[in-house]
């Protein structure tokens, strides 16, 4: 009965978004409710949900045909996250490529996200093109698919326009998110449902020690060996194991 409790109360708080959107003081309230050990495998499930944001190079100044795939980019600087660049017109690139694994875990067939994080105070226009074609333009652009069916080894250049304004602009990073193949259970997926028993177990559950006990061996299946030996069947095996 517990079990349909929980599985009934995960899914009410997935539908509300809760679940989905964890903030980062419940996701720290979770993590204190369970083992080191439960901690770890939660947090290198987390690692597999997103691309690393790699490096990109930015030119001040408008430059012709700069979403250009052969233009070379080598002697721009590299942008830091998180700081303030010029009011003129600018351009960020960066080739982005699947790698053969991540962390262990391979990509194939997933659908990768894009965000450019960029903000003055007002709009920002941008300007997004993927291997010299554009695929978006406006201010407070949502997501947008980098690659969908991923196959180890695509490359795609992107490149971002942003345009003159009043202000600085602010470049926050570029989150690249990651849908997992349908075909395999989702770490991210698993990630979240640990996360939500930890914080529902002591409210629903008649038996904490007992419930929090299966809770831990759950996420003791989750076989991080056979991760970081890239063993893809042992590793999805695992977390149909914990579910």
């Keep these: 009965m517990f079990r349909q409790a929980l599985r009934l109360s995960f899914l009410l708080l997935l539908i509300s978004g809760i679940a989905r959107a964890q903030s980062a003081q419940d996701v720290a309230a979770a993590e204190k409710l369970i083992s080191p050990s439960a901690r770890d495998a939660v947090n290198r499930l987390g690692e597999l949900s997103h691309l690393p944001e790699g490096q990109w190079r930015y030119h001040i100044g408008n430059v012709a045909h700069g979403e250009d795939p052969a233009l070379d980019d080598s002697s721009w600087p590299v942008a830091q996250p998180n700081s303030d660049y010029s009011t003129e017109a600018m351009w960020f690139r960066q080739w982005i490529e699947v790698p053969k694994t991540l962390q262990g875990y391979d990509l194939t067939g997933a659908r990768i996200w894009f965000q450019f994080n960029a903000w003055v105070n007002g709009p920002l226009p941008q300007i997004i093109y ?49 849908d997992f193949a349908p075909n395999r259970p989702s770490p991210e997926d698993m990630r979240e449902e640990f996360l939500t028993a930890a914080l529902l177990v002591p409210s629903l559950s008649k038996d904490i020690p007992a419930d929090q006990s299966t809770l831990e061996r759950s996420i003791a299946q989750v076989d991080l060996k056979a991760l970081d030996s890239a063993d893809q069947s042992a590793f999805d095996a695992s977390l149909r194991a914990a579910q």
């Design 130 to 178: 993927f291997n010299g074609r554009r695929v978006a333009m406006g201010d407070d652009l949502a997501p947008i698919v980098l690659v969908d069916q991923a196959k180890p080894g695509d490359r795609i250049l992107v490149a971002v326009k942003l345009l003159a304004t009043v202000d600085r602009k602010h470049f926050a990073g570029t989150p690249m998110n990651i």
